[in-house]
């Protein structure tokens, strides 16, 4: 199947699904009524626990959960509408949702794969806990990890995490730490204690999602709380992937975007037009580009044209944004203005998730272009 028989395919999945599924037309709703209205204060002033009161009431917190504990057990390609919509109306609040909801989504894999789950993990998939996520810094081993010691009766972690979001919403973290004798990648559930201490990052991009640095000082971990134990090789593979795909935010973030540039001025209007079907396309691409690495396996099946489509999505996002605080013109700099908060919200994005061969692709992409010139 051609890309673009693959795309036509995964359009018409995802219409099916935002038309179908009464989960995204009530989380568009509630994100048009109030994530959006408030995404300026909550990047002044932080995600707040009623956000994730809210989040609970509405399941989005168990939203990849089976029917048994009241989740939705929404389709990959509602999962993918449900980001674009958060994501588009507050992006500091999509983060820490959007490092929770895989949380729930590998626990309820490992629920159907027979895994016996602690009682904690049962909390999560019933969208009573908020969870953060330590699993980037694998990707720095060995030059920086959480180090897994074995022990008898489970593990000892320590080290600490480069950042984790929603840090004070959030009662366990998933955390994946590297036992070294091994190479093995120990994954497990961490709840938070005296031992678990945090220092501020001061962020200059999403400030208001609580992203923190966390320290782990030898926190004891029990068997009965560890998920998964995989070859670093493996999950690195598995990781390389998926941090070399354009994401639903990047769409939702873009299309927020675009809709602004149509009310901000006339020029910025005809300039919204002309990118609209880029976008469409870009997004088209990626989707199924991605959608068909994962039905062949094959984590690196056509990387180059996965890591094209995602420096593609970046440069746009930057243009677009930068378009928006022209448009404004002294107002788009101004705390009180969405332009400004898009035009940082955009760089985070380009440095988010980012593995070496997705930063040699941004760069080499800058130098072609200089090239060009």
């Given at each position: 199947m051609t890309v673009s028989e693959l795309a036509t395919h995964v359009r018409a999945q995802a219409v099916t699904a935002v038309n179908t599924h009464p989960l995204v037309a009530s989380a568009k709703q509630y994100a048009d009524a109030v994530l959006l209205p408030t995404a300026l204060e909550t990047d002044r002033h932080g995600v707040t626990p009623e956000r994730i009161v809210e989040f609970s009431d509405l399941h989005l917190l168990n939203h990849l959960a089976p029917a048994e504990f009241d989740g939705a057990h929404v389709d990959r390609h509602s999962d993918r509408l449900l980001h674009e919509v958060l994501a588009g109306a507050c992006l500091n609040t999509w983060l820490v949702w959007a490092q929770h909801a895989p949380v729930v989504?590998?626990?309820?894999?490992?629920?159907?794969?027979?895994?016996?789950?602690?009682?904690?993990?049962?909390?999560?998939?019933?969208?009573?806990?908020?969870?953060?996520?330590?699993?980037?810094?694998?990707?720095?081993?060995?030059?920086?990890?959480?180090?897994?010691?074995?022990?008898?009766?489970?593990?000892?972690?320590?080290?600490?995490?480069?950042?984790?979001?929603?840090?004070?919403?959030?009662?366990?973290?998933?955390?994946?730490?590297?036992?070294?004798?091994?190479?093995?990648?120990?994954?497990?559930?961490?709840?938070?204690?005296?031992?678990?201490?945090?220092?501020?990052?001061?962020?200059?991009?999403?400030?208001?999602?609580?992203?923190?640095?966390?320290?782990?000082?030898?926190?004891?971990?029990?068997?009965?709380?560890?998920?998964?134990?995989?070859?670093?090789?493996?999950?690195?593979?598995?990781?390389?992937?998926?941090?070399?795909?354009?994401?639903?935010?990047?769409?939702?973030?873009?299309?927020?975007?675009?809709?602004?540039?149509?009310?901000?001025?006339?020029?910025?209007?005809?300039?919204?037009?002309?990118?609209?079907?880029?976008?469409?396309?870009?997004?088209?691409?990626?989707?199924?580009?991605?959608?068909a690495a994962k039905s062949t396996g094959n984590e690196r099946h056509r990387i180059d044209e996965r890591l094209a489509a995602k420096v593609a999505m970046g440069e746009a996002l930057v243009t677009l944004t930068h378009a928006l605080v022209i448009a404004r013109a002294g107002r788009g700099i101004v705390r009180d203005n969405t332009a400004q908060l898009y035009a940082r919200t955009a760089l985070f994005v380009l440095v988010q998730g980012q593995t070496a061969e997705v930063r040699d692709a941004q760069l080499s992409h800058l130098a072609q272009i200089r090239k060009k010139q």
């Open positions: 989504g590998r626990l309820a894999d490992a629920h159907a794969a027979g895994t016996e789950l602690p009682p904690i993990a049962h909390q999560i998939l019933r969208g009573r806990l908020l969870t953060g996520a330590a699993i980037s810094d694998v990707r720095r081993y060995p030059d920086h990890f959480i180090a897994a010691t074995r022990e008898p009766a489970g593990w000892t972690f320590s080290g600490t995490i480069s950042w984790v979001s929603g840090w004070g919403l959030n009662t366990v973290l998933m955390v994946a730490a590297v036992e070294s004798s091994t190479r093995t990648v120990v994954t497990a559930l961490v709840p938070i204690n005296e031992r678990v201490q945090s220092s501020d990052l001061e962020l200059s991009a999403v400030a208001g999602s609580r992203t923190e640095r966390v320290t782990l000082s030898e926190v004891f971990v029990p068997e009965a709380h560890v998920i998964s134990r995989v070859p670093l090789s493996k999950y690195r593979t598995t990781d390389f992937s998926t941090a070399s795909d354009a994401r639903p935010h990047h769409f939702g973030l873009a299309d927020r975007v675009l809709g602004e540039l149509e009310q901000a001025h006339p020029t910025s209007r005809d300039l919204a037009d002309l990118w609209r079907p880029r976008i469409a396309q870009l997004r088209t691409d990626a989707y199924a580009l991605s959608d």
